[in-house]
């Protein structure tokens, strides 16, 4: 005996359109009639496409042996609502399918009758592969699934390797089923070479099928083990439309990757002033939505793991997730991506807002993106440097440099600040220009006799300027700092006055040893 389910994975049955009366998908059939209402056993009944079929087609469906009708022939034919609301009654399958003659159809069931007495019909599935390849070759995915969820009489699911739903499902699994995902995501689901594996959750079964190609995982089928359902027949149609959806997978991975490198090579470009007119920048940022007609404003943000932490994987993907959805909070776009070390964050702004209120916008939302990222991720450090804005997005190779300077030279600032604006970094901003020789002569001339005593008597004279400027040239806080008696503060500072043959009470003398101080801690 056969059922509608196992010969609808047969050809020419595959292509068979489904009116109605699909629940009775299950029902078994142990012969097939052309044109007979004189049954005498469990049959499939051949009926020509016509309109006397359609008259007749509520008589065939009431008769007891009937399990299913197959009308055949190329004509158009409609088929009133009453007619399929009858047959999902009945629970008796209807199916259309575009073949002329009745007799290669019967000796069709035959062979399929035979290699299913004979245990062979694996051969029948095997064969059914082809068809899904070719489904997906000429309607793409979304009909795949749709087919597959009608073959199935139940809604399945695509799912990424995360479990979460595949955003080019066309499916009817929606922002719902979520919590469920999540509920079933935290099961231990072994990623080999299985297969499928079972899922519980209460007293529901749910099988979760691999999709696979060697060691490359890229999700999985997702579908409920409902009671009645012939699984044996379910598992092997989901398993041999395995190939078509992985090949699938396959190549819009390829085509994304090349998309993505395609769209680094851009950004890469965009922040090193390699791009030839704005209206190549305007034009080549449509491709991916993103309009540089509209202000915008550069961050860098650098992630560390704390000292004590020896080894920590940063989850990226999440991160910029978590960014994007800060940045979608304040009514704006953004693109985020990695380069360098840095993950990089430029920011489409309002068009009316002001130099200063654009300024103050942006230190706030980066405070509250960093505030954020280091309470998700508490083993980070999150630092974070803006640039300057332009009034040409083509400049803004100028503001990521700002925005790299501010994170590295900002660190150096007396107050320390995990978010800096370039404009707000002092002295610092002014001697990145300088080269690192100058530098180095410079703050050696200064300090470096200091330095030698320090090295030579194990004293701390270089510290004791430090905290002194660190606390804006206040003896009593200083000295606390230092655990020292104020009196002993100002003997050693009368002492490093006449080391460095300056006086603190000049202001010029403080700034040449402020000075000094930044630039040796740059270069260190």
């Avoid at 693109?335 to 068009?351: A, E, H, L, W």
């Avoid at 050693?492 to 040893?513: A, G, H, P, V």
Wanted: hydrophobic share 40%.
């Amino acid at each position: 005996m056969l059922t509608l389910q196992e010969i609808i994975s047969a050809s020419p049955f595959h292509h068979a359109e489904i009116i109605g009366g699909w629940e009775g998908k299950e029902r078994h059939f142990t012969t097939i009639q052309n044109n007979s209402i004189r049954l005498e056993e469990p049959s499939l009944v051949l009926l020509p496409k016509s309109v006397s079929t359609v008259i007749q087609l509520n008589e065939y469906l009431s008769v007891p042996y009937v399990q299913g009708i197959l009308i055949y022939g190329n004509e158009d034919l409609f088929i009133p609502t009453t007619t399929i609301d009858a047959a999902d009654t009945y629970k008796k399958p209807v199916l259309l399918i575009n073949e002329t003659n009745p007799d290669s159809i019967i000796q069709k069931f035959a062979d399929l009758q035979h290699l299913k007495t004979s245990g062979l019909y694996h051969y029948v599935w095997e064969r059914s592969t082809s068809y899904w390849l070719q489904l997906m070759n000429d309607r793409g995915l979304a009909w795949v699934l749709h087919r597959l969820r009608l073959f199935l009489g139940q809604e399945i699911l695509l799912v990424n390797k995360e479990l979460q739903i595949f955003s080019i499902d066309e499916g009817n699994w929606t922002s719902v089923h979520e919590p469920f995902l999540n509920s079933i995501a935290n099961q231990h689901v072994t990623n080999n070479q299985g297969t499928f594996s079972l899922i519980k959750r209460g007293a529901d079964d749910y099988l979760l099928f691999q999709l696979h190609s060697g060691e490359k995982h890229f999700g999985y089928i997702l579908f409920q083990e409902l009671p009645g359902m012939m699984i044996d027949i379910s598992i092997e149609q989901i398993t041999h439309a395995l190939p078509a959806i992985v090949t699938y997978l396959m190549k819009e991975e390829a085509v994304m990757e090349a998309h993505r490198s395609y769209k680094q090579h851009f950004l890469y470009n965009l922040l090193y002033n390699n791009l030839e007119s704005e209206q190549g920048l305007i034009s080549q940022g449509n491709q991916w939505g993103w309009d540089f007609t509209i202000p915008t404003q550069l961050m860098v943000m650098r992630l560390n793991a704390k000292s004590d932490i020896p080894k920590l994987t940063i989850d990226l993907e999440a991160i910029i997730r978590k960014i994007r959805s800060l940045v979608s909070s304040a009514f704006l776009q953004a693109i985020i991506f990695p380069i360098q070390g840095n993950i990089v964050i430029i920011v489409f702004d309002n068009r009316d807002n002001t130099p200063k209120k654009r300024k103050e916008f942006m230190i706030s939302l980066a405070n509250k993106i960093q505030k954020e990222i280091e309470y998700a991720q508490p083993n980070m450090e999150c630092h974070i440097g803006l640039g300057r804005h332009y009034p040409s997005n083509m400049e803004l190779f100028r503001s990521f440099y700002e925005a790299k300077v501010a994170l590295e030279l900002g660190k150096f600032e007396t107050k320390k600040n995990s978010v800096r604006h370039f404009e707000d970094i002092g002295i610092a901003r002014l001697l990145s220009n300088i080269h690192n020789d100058l530098l180095h002569e410079y703050y050696q001339e200064t300090l470096g006799e200091l330095i030698l005593l320090d090295e030579t008597n194990d004293d701390f004279y270089l510290e004791t300027l430090e905290v002194f400027f660190y606390n804006n040239g206040d003896i009593n806080q200083t000295a606390e700092h230092l655990y020292i008696h104020p009196n002993t503060l100002r003997k050693r500072l009368k002492r490093l006055e006449s080391i460095l043959n300056i006086d603190f009470n000049q202001l010029d003398d403080m700034l040449k040893i402020f000075v000094a101080i930044k630039i040796m801690k740059m270069l260190k």
